[in-house]
C-alpha cells in the first residue's frame, strides 16, 4: 500500500502542473472529485478505480503507438509496452481462469465488435473478410464492404431483447450489430422476469444462430451459462457471453460453477471499469481456437492500442487478484440484496422481485412515473441512478417505465445494509412524492414531473450526511 501522503502529493502535484497550462481543466478535475464525493452514485455501471490505477494512466505510455500484438508490432520501440500489455494479459488469465486474454479494446463495443469478427472469420470462409484483416477499415473500398456483405451473407445472432435487460450491442437495430447480423432476441417470462431457457433453446433451434450471445446490463439476475451452452452446442452455435456488468462478481468468485461463463463460453467479452474497478476499457477472454483472430482486433476493427489505459488494466487486474477483493465483490451483492429488500419493504415493484447480482431494476410505473420523471426527481435530490426499460417497457426506451441502480460504487465507498436500507428510504421518498406534470397545452407529459423544492433539498441533504461517514478517497486532499 502506498502513503496516503503520497497519493495527496501526486494528485495535487498533477493538477499544479496542468493549473499553469490551462487552469480551468485543472478547475474541472478537481470539481468532478467533489462532485463524485458528494453524489449518492447508483449508477450500476460506473465505479471508483483506486489512485494506482488512475495514476497509471497519467503518463509517458499516452504517447505511444503500438498496432499489433507483443513482440509483434508495426511500430518500433515497443518494449515497454510488450511489458505492460504482457503483464495485463497475464493477470487476467490467471484472474478469470482464461488460456487467452486481449486487453487491447478501448471500450465494451469495441470487445464485441473483436469477438465478433473473430468468429466470423473463424466460422465463415469468406476472402473478402481475410483481406479486410489485412487492411485498416478506413481504407477499405466500397467494393470490399458489398464483398464482405455477399460473402458474409446475413449471419445469424440471438441475443437478450434490450428491454429484457440486453445490451445494445447484442444486436439492436441502432448498433452495428444490428446492421451486421440477422439479429433474433429472447425476452424474459412476463410472469418472472426471469430467462427462461427452455424458449431460449426453442427460439435457437427455429433461428440457428452463428451466434449465441448472453450477458447483459440491466437483468437483475444470475444467469446459468452451462445450459446455456448446451443450447448453444445443441444448434452449432458459437457461444459468447457479455460480462461486462458483472466481471467483478466472477473475479471475486462470486458468480462460479454454471454462473462463471469463462469455463463454458467460446468467447468472453467485458470492459473493465465496472464492477471490475478499473479504468475505461475492455478485453476479451477465449480459448486458443479463436486467439489468433482476436488478436487481429488491432488493425481490424480497433485503433492503436493505448497503452497508458493497459498499464492502468494490469495495476487493477493485479488489483482484482488480491484476497480482499472476493469479500469486495461479496459485499457489492448483499449490498443490492439489501437495497431490493428495503426497496421492496417500503412497497417499490422490483422487477424478478429482487436481485442475486450488483443492480435492482424498479419499475416506477407503481409510483405512477416514468422512467425519466423518477431519474430527473431523483437527481434533484442529491441521488444519480439511470432510467432504464423493463420488460415490454410501455414507454420505450427513451421514457421508459424503469429506474436502474446498482452497488459497485458505493460499495467501493464502504457503505453497507444499514446505508442500504437508509439509501431505499431515499429513494422511495422521492418517488412516493413525485407526481407526473402536464405539458403547457394540459396533456399529461412524460418528462415533466412535481417534486416540492424543499423535499428535494432534504433528500439531497440526507443523501449527504449518508456519504459523510464513508468519504470518498479519504487519502486524497487537493488543497
Ligand atoms: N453504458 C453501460 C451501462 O450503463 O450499462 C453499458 O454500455
Keep these: 500500500m502506498s502513503s496516503p501522503n503520497a497519493e495527496s502529493t501526486a494528485f495535487r502535484s498533477a493538477l499544479e502542473v496542468i493549473r499553469a497550462v490551462e487552469p480551468r481543466i485543472a478547475d474541472a478535475i478537481g470539481a468532478e472529485l467533489a462532485d463524485q464525493r458528494e453524489s449518492l452514485k447508483l449508477i450500476a455501471s460506473e465505479n471508483y478505480a483506486s489512485p494506482a490505477t488512475l495514476l497509471a494512466m497519467g503518463n509517458w505510455f499516452s504517447d505511444k503507438y503500438a498496432e499489433g500484438t507483443v513482440g509483434r508490432r508495426f511500430y518500433a520501440g515497443c518494449q515497454n509496452v510488450d511489458t505492460v500489455e504482457a503483464l495485463a494479459a497475464e493477470h487476467a488469465r490467471e484472474l478469470f481462469g ?15 465488435l473483436v469477438a465478433f469478427w473473430a ?3 473463424d466460422r465463415v470462409e469468406s476472402p473478402a473478410l481475410k483481406r479486410a484483416q489485412v487492411r485498416q477499415v478506413n481504407d477499405l473500398t466500397e467494393e470490399d464492404w458489398f ?3 455477399r460473402e458474409l451473407g446475413d449471419q445469424r445472432m440471438l441475443g437478450m431483447s434490450l428491454d429484457a435487460g440486453g445490451h445494445l450491442t447484442h444486436g439492436f437495430r441502432p448498433n452495428i450489430s444490428g446492421k451486421m447480423f440477422d439479429q433474433r432476441s429472447y425476452g424474459t417470462d412476463p410472469a418472472t422476469g426471469l430467462i427462461d431457457y427452455d424458449r431460449v433453446a426453442a427460439a435457437a433451434r427455429e433461428f440457428r444462430p452463428l451466434i449465441l450471445v448472453a450477458g447483459y446490463s440491466a437483468y437483475p439476475r444470475k444467469v446459468n451459462f452451462r445450459i ?24 471475486g468468485k462470486v458468480f462460479t460453477g454454471d454462473f462463471d461463463p469463462v469455463p463454458h463460453a467460446h468467447i468472453v467479452t467485458t470492459t473493465t471499469h465496472k464492477s471490475l474497478r478499473g479504468p475505461r476499457g475492455g478485453m476479451v ?13 488491432c488493425p481490424m476493427v480497433l485503433g492503436g492500442p493505448l497503452p497508458h489505459v493497459m498499464a492502468a488494466k494490469a495495476v487493477a487486474l493485479a488489483e ?9 465483490a461479496q459485499r457489492i451483492v448483499d449490498n443490492a440484496q439489501a437495497l431490493a429488500e428495503g426497496l421492496l419493504g417500503r412497497g417499490a415493484t422490483l422487477v424478478t422481485g429482487g436481485t442475486d447480482n450488483h443492480l435492482v431494476l424498479i419499475d416506477v410505473s407503481g409510483y405512477g412515473l416514468t422512467g425519466r420523471q423518477a431519474e430527473q426527481a431523483l437527481l434533484d435530490s442529491g441521488i444519480v441512478t439511470n432510467r432504464n426499460a423493463v420488460p415490454q417497457d410501455p414507454n420505450g426506451a427513451w421514457y421508459t417505465s424503469g429506474i436502474r441502480i446498482g452497488t459497485p460504487a458505493l460499495t467501493t465507498r464502504g457503505l453497507g445494509a444499514a446505508e442500504m436500507d437508509a439509501t431505499a428510504e431515499l429513494i422511495h421518498t ?4 413525485t407526481t407526473p406534470g ?12 412535481v417534486l416540492d423544492p424543499a423535499l428535494a433539498d432534504k433528500v439531497s441533504r440526507q443523501a449527504t450526511d449518508l456519504l459523510s461517514t464513508h468519504p470518498l478517497y479519504p487519502s486524497v486532499t487537493l488543497t
Design 98 to 112: 482464461a488460456s487467452h486474454a486481449y486487453v487491447q479494446p478501448h471500450s465494451g463495443i469495441d470487445a464485441n
Design 228 to 251: 446455456m451452452r448446451e443450447i448453444a452446442d445443441s444448434v452449432g452455435a458459437t457461444f459468447m457471453v457479455d460480462m461486462a456488468h458483472f466481471a467483478g462478481l466472477v473475479a
Design 438 to 449: 402536464s405539458n403547457a397545452d394540459g396533456t399529461p407529459s412524460k418528462a415533466k414531473y
Design 119 to 121: 468468429i466470423l472469420a
Design 285 to 297: 477472454l477465449c480459448g486458443p481456437e479463436l486467439a489468433d483472430q482476436v488478436d487481429r482486433g
Design 320 to 328: 482484482a487478484r488480491r484476497p480482499d477483493f472476493a469479500d469486495y
Design 147 to 149: 464483398a464482405l456483405r
Design 430 to 433: 422521492v418517488l412516493s412524492q
